[in-house]
């Protein structure tokens, strides 16, 4: 079984400054790993993937994530937000082999001026 | 290339009545997938195709919802009858492989 945990549901964060969005999965089989956005009233955009290789992982938009196998983490960082910034971020695992996602509850960042 | 289209966006029905969603994925992809957003959680997949073949409806209330995917591509996501707490985001999702998938902007359904 999989299960995703955001520890933060929301975070502030003032315009340039630098935010880590927080991601802890649990898992018995081998995952993918992902991030994806969703701004209001719109579905799901991926940011960014894990699915092999370096561990640390750029996305779009500025965005990156690091793999760390050894504390279950898949942690979303960028170092300087923008106000189009602001939306719902969520973590999401995939088994390796099922091609489903299991998602975890979201974050809210909201960047404030 | 065409994204995943999903039809209505948003539907306001009373309690008790049906609703049906429709999901048209990204040309060549087998895999679609339905999923229920409730307001302030993570998507949850009701139901998985691969090709018109359910990989996956452990999730889905089969009481009271239905999908189909007939001839492996369209698809249609069936409530009957709603109840207040069916109301939610229904996303359709379609996939070419393993660590991809791509989602339509999901239909908004609010159940009174």
């Known amino acids: 079984a999989q299960s995703v945990t955001q520890l933060d549901s929301q975070v502030p964060v003032f315009e340039e400054a630098p935010v880590e969005l927080r991601c802890n999965y649990s898992s018995s089989v081998s995952v993918y790993l992902f991030w994806y956005v969703q701004y209001p009233n719109q579905g799901l955009q991926l940011l960014l993937k894990y699915l092999s290789g370096s561990t640390l992982v750029k996305g779009i938009n500025g965005f990156e994530a690091e793999f760390n196998k050894s504390q279950t983490s898949f942690h979303l960082r960028k170092p300087s937000v923008h106000i189009s910034d602001t939306a719902e971020y969520f973590c999401?695992?995939?088994?390796?082999?099922?091609?489903?996602?299991?998602f975890g509850t979201g974050t809210r960042l909201t960047v404030i001026p | 290339e065409a994204g995943v289209a999903q039809s209505p966006r948003y539907k306001i029905i009373e309690k008790r009545q049906s609703v049906a969603f429709w999901c048209n994925p990204i040309?060549?992809?087998?895999?679609l997938y339905w999923y229920q957003q409730i307001l302030g959680q993570g998507p949850k997949l009701l139901i998985q195709f691969q090709n018109n073949g359910v990989v996956d409806d452990s999730q889905l209330p089969k009481d009271r919802f239905s999908a189909e995917r007939l001839k492996g591509v369209d698809s249609t996501l069936k409530i009957q009858p709603a109840k207040l707490e069916d109301s939610a985001v229904y996303l359709c999702?379609?996939?070419?492989?393993?660590?991809?998938?791509?989602f339509g902007e999901g239909s908004w359904l609010t159940v009174v």
């Open positions: 999401a695992v995939s088994p390796t082999g099922a091609n489903n996602l299991f």
């Open positions: 040309s060549g992809h087998a895999t």
């Open positions: 999702a379609s996939s070419w492989a393993e660590g991809q998938a791509d």
